[in-house]
């Protein structure tokens, strides 16, 4: 057909149209394959949804026989519900890496084949990669920038969820295993991808016995079954004036999960192409998540039925992002507490800021959570199609877009022999992804736009259209486009306007954005985090700094105390404070010294770690920090209050009668006196007066502070002075700069002088 399409050389056509629909036609996309790569193709999408479909994992605690079912458990319902329900932080951890170990593993070889086919098939149809043909479904050649700019206007609101979560659950499991600064492990996050987190709403709900939307027990105790939720989802979208399911949706659809065979559960709507078959296939549960479920994929079947007369290629939604997002829109009416009130599955509707702070966070935790995994799914993707990493990184290049975006990490290492992304439905499927994040945002706008045209007055999130023709009609109208024009007109046709836009997302969660704002400011909680060596490492130092300001702040003002106002009591203030530096230097450098061991290539990063570890006198036993800081006092203590017999007159022993101190005094004399016998009688009274009661403490200054440079790695505190100069030849230098500054016929007795007073120290040392 696409020979035949060719012929006609549509790209002359002046009817819009009909040349959209000839361009349809001309792409086959893996139809282009000769007969070989088509079988090739189909054959590995085969293979790696098998793997998926069938795999089972052993239970948490038994053991298992290689090809044996015996102890093992399918993904659908058995680990999703442990893995929504469990609190076991390596109950949880063990399926993670059993499904991702299981699945992925397999599929890897056979997914590089895909890759290399796919793209192929691609250049056959006139694009450079796969990923170019899978944009090109959005007909806007700035779509990459455009997105990655509604991400980042989500951003904001995502980073305050993902910081007071994470604070939740380090909480929960200990500050070891989740690192208040860090991203979050990935398998504790209610689902194997961590795409959204509303299982774990019963550890971060707000406000513990205000109202919190969840009618999965009402639906229980009421009966409910398969059929009645999609009996119920069916009754909304008719009250709105859409289409009643057709007979053959009921005959053929598969609701539950059948006993007798391999299925595969993933919810997901088809159309026959007949016009009148259409099914959803779904292991349906009874719980609101299913009725919310239900109502997406009957959302997908409403589409089918509006454009089902148009041509067959126009039989799409106007862009892959708008058909996710009907039946999630028409969820934001079906979910608020005034709805399932009205349908008779919540008694009462609490109007009060708490209650409204529960629903909005059990709605993000939903529709927020999910953003940025929704956003790097096919960024990852789009990656690999075009070439900017190799097969031989795929599993780095996930978890390092995984960690960018979501601020999440795998609890335990992982290699390039695993093949983490073919843990996830979409990949082994071949399901592009971005749809879903263009589905996340537009829905909003949607929402928006109907509650407007309902004439809803108040906050956007308490908007229903249930029962109102008016707003259905408007989007029906969209709906009957299908793909026969570019979206920006569809997206007029319901909003006003052409574009994408977060606004009415943001408009709609602006209670909780500021909630989250104040609660992580009350709870001096982090926002943000980081992705690698250096990252961490980074962020550590930032604290760091942030502490040791204070920390030495502090030891200045006591020193200062102390310099300006030299007491007794000063002084044990200023070694009181001391000993408290030391201890923080002391746990400080240990950090330091193990993000150096770690490694990093950022010379920054590793010169101001290398500078914090070395810790001076604090690397002595504490004992010692003492005596060292009470010897330093001493000393200081004799040189600021020494004081001289003033020349010329007679002075009695502990009495400061007659006494003057070094400055202003003495340095005055000495300074302007040329008077041979007073200069020498004030330097005589110093070097005596001082020098000789601090004597005996010197000695064991300097045996502390040499066994304080030993500790720090230096052979003496000479050695340890020196470090900051950076030179192995320090020495020599300055001896090179003395000779320069001294007559030659002086220089070898000064030389001989300086070494021979370095041998004395080194002896007494």
């Known amino acids: 057909m696409a020979a035949e399409a060719n012929a006609f050389e549509w790209n002359t056509f002046e009817d819009e149209l009909m040349k959209r629909e000839f361009k349809m036609i001309a792409d086959i996309g893996y139809a282009s394959l000769d007969e ?41 319902p058995d680990i999703t519900n442990v893995l929504a329900k469990s609190r076991n932080y390596y109950e949880l ?116 016995g205000a109202q919190a939307v969840d009618v999965t027990d009402a639906m229980v105790e009421q009966e409910y079954d398969a059929l009645k939720i999609f009996q119920v989802s069916e009754e909304f979208f008719t009250s709105i004036g859409f289409h009643a399911m057709p007979e053959e949706f009921w005959n053929h659809s598969m609701i539950v999960k059948p006993t007798d065979r391999e299925v595969v559960c993933y919810a997901s709507a088809w159309d026959f192409y007949n016009k009148k078959d259409f099914r959803i296939k779904q292991c349906t549960d009874i719980t609101m998540s299913w009725l919310s479920t239900t109502h997406h994929e009957m959302g997908h079947v409403e589409y089918f039925l509006y454009y089902k007369d148009q041509p067959v290629k126009f039989r799409n939604g106007a862009n892959p992002g708008f058909h996710e997002a009907i039946g ?29 702070i529960n629903f909005l966070m059990k709605k993000a935790l939903d529709k927020i959570a999910f953003l940025p995994f929704g956003y790097m799914i096919d960024q990852w993707r789009w990656d690999l199609f075009d070439g900017t990493f190799s097969s031989d990184e795929m599993n780095e290049k996930w978890w390092d877009v995984r960690c960018k975006y979501q601020g999440i990490q795998p609890a335990v290492e992982r290699t390039e022999e695993n093949f983490d992304p073919g843990a996830k439905f979409h990949i082994p499927n071949n399901t592009p992804y971005i749809r879903y994040f263009v589905s996340f945002i537009v829905q909003f706008q949607f929402h928006k736009a109907l509650c407007d045209t309902a004439g809803h007055t108040g906050p956007l999130y308490k908007c229903d259209i249930y029962e109102n023709k008016e707003a259905g009609a408007k989007l029906a109208a969209a709906l009957e486009l299908g793909y026969s024009k570019p979206w920006p007109e569809a997206m007029q046709l319901i909003t006003g306007q052409p574009d994408m836009d977060a606004s009415a997302l943001m408009d709609y969660f602006d209670p909780l954005i500021t909630w989250l704002k104040q609660e992580n400011e009350k709870n001096d909680v982090h926002v943000g985090w980081w992705c690698s060596k250096e990252g961490e490492a980074q962020q550590w130092l930032d604290d760091y700094n942030a502490e040791a300001e204070k920390v030495i702040y502090n030891s200045v003002v006591a020193s200062w105390t102390f310099n300006t106002n030299v007491t007794d009591y000063n002084a044990e203030q200023e070694i009181a404070v001391a000993l408290v530096q030391a201890k923080f230097d002391k746990e400080k450098g240990t950090e330091a010294e193990a993000y150096i061991e770690k490694g990093t290539e950022d010379e920054q990063i590793l010169r101001e770690l290398n500078k914090i570890k070395v810790i001076g006198t ?9 005596e060292y ?58 070097h005596n007066n001082v020098g000789t009661p601090i004597r005996p403490l010197y000695t064991p200054y300097v045996k502390l502070s040499n066994k304080a440079a030993s500790l720090n790695g230096f052979s003496d505190a000479g050695e340890y002075w020196r470090r900051d100069y950076e030179s192995d030849t320090f020495v020599k230098d300055v001896g090179d700069l003395l000779k320069q500054l001294t007559p030659p016929q002086q220089q070898s007795s000064v030389i001989k002088w300086i070494f021979r007073r370095r041998r004395i120290l080194a002896k007494r040392l």
């Open 36 to 76: 070989a790569g088509v079988i090739e193709i189909n054959t590995l999408l085969s293979q790696m949804g098998t793997i998926y479909s069938t795999t089972k994992v052993c239970k948490f605690g038994l053991s298992c026989e290689a090809g044996a079912d015996n102890n093992r458990v399918a993904f659908d």
């Open 328 to 356: 999630d829109t028409i969820g934001l009416s079906v979910e608020t507490p005034a709805h399932l009130n009205k349908i008779g599955l919540l008694d009462k509707v609490e109007d009060n800021e708490e209650a409204d």
């Open 93 to 208: 951890l063990h399926y993670w890496r059993s499904w991702h170990d299981d699945v992925g593993i397999p599929m890897r070889e056979d997914y590089i084949k895909f890759v290399e086919l796919s793209n192929a098939a691609a250049v056959l149809n006139g694009y450079n990669n796969t990923g170019e043909y899978w944009r090109s479904a959005y007909e806007t050649e700035s779509f990459r920038d455009d997105i990655e700019s509604l991400m980042q206007q989500v951003k904001p609101l995502y980073d305050e969820l993902h910081a007071y979560t994470r604070d939740r659950l380090a909480k929960w499991y200990g500050t070891d295993k989740v690192d208040l600064k860090g991203p979050i492990p990935a398998h504790l996050l209610g689902n194997m991808w961590a795409q959204q987190w509303d299982n774990l709403y019963d550890m971060l709900e707000p406000y513990p």
């Open 618 to 626: 604090s690397k002595l036993p504490d004992d010692e920090v003492e």
């Open 629 to 686: 800081e009470q010897t330093v006092s001493d000393m200081s203590t004799i040189y600021s209050t020494g004081k001289v017999c003033k020349y010329g007159s007679s002075c009695t022993a502990g009495s400061d009668e007659n006494m003057v101190p070094l400055d202003p005094d003495i340095t005055r004399v000495l300074a302007t006196s040329r008077d041979y016998d007073e200069l020498s009688h004030y330097w005589t009274g110093w």
